[in-house]
């Protein structure tokens, strides 16, 4: 594994990674600038490629911008930072992930968010009636960034966490972002979690950055899923099954406990034995259905179907996640 710093600290350092950068790190850097530039010469881009539940769905129609919004920046800061992220973790990442799985898991990342952020506009609205939650355009790259630090919690764990060149409080890429968030470690953390909490929301009111957390947490969510879930490791298994990055690790440790609950009931629903109940109907149904169908072209392409879409017989399935109990246990 390579031991290089992931971000830059000198000039220099700075300079070979933007020129060292994979092509396809360049290209959703320049993607991000481009569409900054644009949004300063045309502003009306803004209700295109932002999200705005009224354009996404109704006369408009403008679905894109569910992916579009968090490649799509007015705010400078933010879309530099954005490009610099890409290239900084494409760098780093894709050596090891390879182009394709670096591009699947922002395309996943990305889309999960915006989809997340339409839902919630609509949501916001039916339960306040106000109208201006529908018409409020959201974009940026805030879910794409908390989704590509999650990979640092994956990768590198043990990774001391800098900050103004020193270790931040002991804590490790592991602890991102539960700890990191609330400093539970400190010795009057049990009475600072809940002002910490209570405050940070009455700031994101008064700013009227709402959205912004929003991404964020989604960001960091999708993330998770993608690499604990989804992502096919070197064996042929999907998902990562590390301690480190269980659910409740993305919390801290006061709340552990009662997420542990709450994350073990939603396992069981989803991984558990309903799940695999369902699928080993699947075939039975299948059967029914072929049966109920008259003989002939029908029944000829119903047959063709199902062969069409059958694994081959002499490629084994991957088990599902959490269909082992000592897997499931460290998943949870």
Known sequence: MDHSPIVP????EVYSALLSAPSVSKFFAGLTLLLYVLAQLVPSLESILAIKATNTYGAHSYIWNVFTAGFFNTNIVLAILLALTFLIMGRWLVPSWGSAEFVKYIFFSNLCVGLSVFISQIVYYMASFNYKFLEMPISGGIGIIAALI????QKLP?????????PFMNFCAKDIPGNSLIPLRCKEADKLTQGVLICFSAILSILEL???FLQCCCGTYFGWLYLRFLQRTIDGMRGDMSDHMAFIMFFPVALRPLMQVVSSSAFKMVCG???QSMLDDIPARSSELRQALPPGVLRGAWDGAMAAGAPPVNVPAPPL???NV???????
């Open 321 to 323: 996640p959490g269909s």
């Open 150 to 153: 999650v990979t640092i919690k």
């Open 9 to 12: 600290a000198t000039s220099a």
């Open 273 to 275: 034995k309903s799940v």
């Open 158 to 166: 043990e990774e001391p966490i800098i900050l103004f060149g020193q």
């Open 210 to 212: 709402a959205p912004v």
């Open 326 to 332: 000592a897997d499931a246990e460290r998943r949870r």
